[in-house]
């Protein structure tokens, strides 16, 4: 069975800090994908995210950092020099090998930067 | 990624009655997709929405109860029927893009 687990309920920090959010999962599939999606308050799914469980090499796109490690089957996370327009509640998700699988979310973690 | 919008964005629902969710997408997309979220939970995948055939609903939903149409590649909508304030949640509809699922942005929905 595919599971996503974010065992951070919520998370706050003041703004410039560097903050990690942490997504384990289970899955029987040798080839997955695993997501980040943001969901600020307006309610919309922001997709930020997709990784294929090939490529474990760790991605940066400007303040945002993540680190997939197979060994530990972690995706997790970092936004360094938190900003007050981070604060969202943030989804793992996981899905099988196809486009067309659906998508197992995480529980999220609530994200509140302060000024 | 294509632009998708929801109507109504918000309502707020007497128990016993049904309400219509519009999703709309600015392109053709083979498979759609429609999601609850109740108040502080996850996503949940209620039913995959292929045009041209019937929905394919989860385990724990039903088509009498969440009875959806897909009437061309642009177009989906939802109804949530005889609702209980149980129901109240976000219904989101997402589409199948290049990468990943895309989503609209979510009817908040109060049931009362």
């Known amino acids: 069975a595919q599971k996503v687990t974010q065992a951070q309920t919520e998370i706050s920090v003041v703004e410039k800090e560097d903050v990690t959010l942490d997504c384990v999962y289970e899955?029987?599939?040798?080839?997955?994908?695993l997501f980040w999606y943001k969901q600020p308050p307006s309610g919309e799914l922001v997709f930020l995210i997709r990784r294929n469980s090939f490529d474990e090499q760790n991605e940066i796109s400007g303040r945002y950092s993540w680190n997939f490690q197979k060994s530990t089957s972690s995706f997790n996370f970092t936004i360094t020099a938190s900003q007050v327009v981070d604060s969202a509640v943030y989804f793992c998700a996981l899905s099988g090998p196809y486009n067309t699988d659906k998508l197992i979310f995480g529980t999220g973690t609530r994200l509140q930067v302060f000024p | 990624s294509a632009v998708i919008s929801q109507k109504p964005s918000r309502d707020i629902c007497q128990r016993g009655t049904s309400l219509t969710i519009q999703c709309q997408v600015d392109?053709?997309?083979?498979?759609m997709f429609w999601y609850r979220q109740q108040p502080g939970q996850s996503l949940t995948l209620i039913a995959t929405a292929n045009q041209g055939s019937e929905a394919t609903y989860e385990s724990g939903f039903v088509i009498d109860k969440f009875p959806i149409s897909r009437p061309n590649l642009t177009f989906s909508t939802l109804t949530v029927s005889n609702m209980s304030p149980e129901d109240s949640s976000i219904y989101l509809c997402?589409?199948?893009?290049?990468?990943?699922?895309?989503f609209g942005p979510g009817t908040r929905l109060l049931v009362l």
């Open positions: 899955t029987r599939d040798t080839t997955y994908y």
């Open positions: 392109s053709q997309v083979t498979m």
């Open positions: 997402s589409v199948l893009g290049e990468e990943t699922q895309y």
